[in-house]
């Protein structure tokens, strides 16, 4: 049986683990749009800005209570351009995961959480082509204790309202 939750917001049923991520780092958000095209280079996985302002695309994983799947976070985060480099040097190498991990700061922010942006953490590549694992250090920050402690489904599935069905947005 997959997974499956009933949303805090709308009564529903929703199947599968739920994943949500951002496009951008924060930092690239921050350039006004006529200037991005000559000050930042973005793909998929990396960003640069101005040319010394480096980052990836990576997950960061909550475990969920009594579940196989994470509930999964895309990020940003920066790095630091050497370890940007040596990114670059292994991006696309099946077996990486022996690589770092590489020190960074979270540059997405997540609208749930107080303010998460510069957060520190820890980039671990993984093999396969999958995305690396950002880890949190280990603060009092409500998203980084959710990260080490995990979280329930009832948690899921109010994260789930709060990002789908926010009046705001």
Request: glycine share 6%; aromatic share 12%; hydrophobic share 35%.
């Amino acid at each position: 049986m997959s997974f499956e939750f009933l949303c805090a917001s709308c009564g529903e049923v929703h199947q599968g683990m739920p994943s949500f991520g951002v496009l951008t780092p924060f930092s690239y958000d921050d350039i006004p749009p006529n200037e991005r095209a000559t000050r930042c280079t973005l793909s998929t996985d990396t960003c640069t800005v101005d040319g010394r302002f480096f980052f990836v695309r990576a997950c960061l994983e909550i475990p969920v209570q009594g579940e196989p799947e994470p509930f999964s976070w895309g990020v940003w985060v920066s790095l630091s351009a050497e370890s940007y480099n040596q990114w670059l040097e292994f991006e696309f190498i099946d077996k990486r995961s022996h690589i770092g991990p590489f020190f960074g700061w979270l540059n997405t922010d997540l609208m749930p959480y107080p303010d998460t942006l510069n957060l520190k953490t820890r980039v671990h590549l993984r093999d396969d082509g999958i995305r690396p694992f950002i880890e949190l250090e280990p603060t009092e920050h409500p998203l980084a204790i959710e990260q080490r402690q995990g979280i329930s489904v009832d948690r899921v599935a109010e994260l789930y309202a709060m990002v789908m069905h926010d009046p705001s947005s």
